[in-house]
């Protein structure tokens, strides 16, 4: 009688496994529908994402432009002879290659230095220069800030003229006629 019981317990225990494993596992039908509404969440979420990121990088671009523009003050107020600088470069500079000079003043640090930030690339034009006591001043420029890919990085570019507000070209180029809201 002992030895029945216990065959008929094994018989028993091993029917119970089978049945558990068989029950524990998805479908094929259960994982493409999990797999369809994973995809259908990422085509609603990778746009939005892209949107996001494109608007990260235009705020990005104007508060860079605020800091050049601080640093186009400071510079003026260094060197008054020289006046405004033309050149993120002579913005730059590191302090180990020496003291501050008007072609490296060491007041812009970081990626702004490089002219590219965040998908947005960064330049001084339209340097305006005046001669007086024989020596050249520049007394006006635009910064700039363009989308390094215009629709991928950005929408819309965005000016600087000496001293004033910020304007945007909508197309993503330097045409600034609008104002920033």
């Not at 400071?74 to 290659?97: D, I, K, R």
Request: with cysteine.
């Amino acid at each position: 009688m002992n030895c029945t019981f216990s065959i008929f317990s094994k018989r028993r225990r091993s029917a119970g496994r089978a049945d558990r494993s068989s029950s524990a596992g998805f479908t094929l039908m259960e994982l493409l529908i999990v797999i369809s509404i994973i995809v259908i969440l990422m085509l609603i979420a990778i746009p939005t994402a892209n949107t996001i990121r494109k608007h990260t990088n235009e705020v990005s671009a104007q508060k860079s432009l605020q800091t050049i523009e601080q640093a186009q003050s400071m510079y003026e107020q260094n060197y008054p002879v020289t006046g405004y600088a033309c050149t993120l470069q002579a913005l730059s500079g590191e302090g180990s290659a020496g003291p501050p000079s008007a072609t490296s003043s060491q007041l812009l640090s970081g990626q702004l230095t490089t002219g590219v930030k965040d998908g947005y690339i960064f330049n001084i034009t339209n340097c305006v220069k005046s001669t007086a006591n024989n020596s050249e001043r520049v007394t006006s420029y635009t910064l700039t800030a363009v989308p390094a890919t215009v629709g991928r990085s950005g929408d819309r570019g965005f000016c600087i003229e000496a001293g004033g507000p910020i304007k945007m070209d909508p197309a993503g180029g330097t045409n600034c006629t609008q104002m920033v809201q």
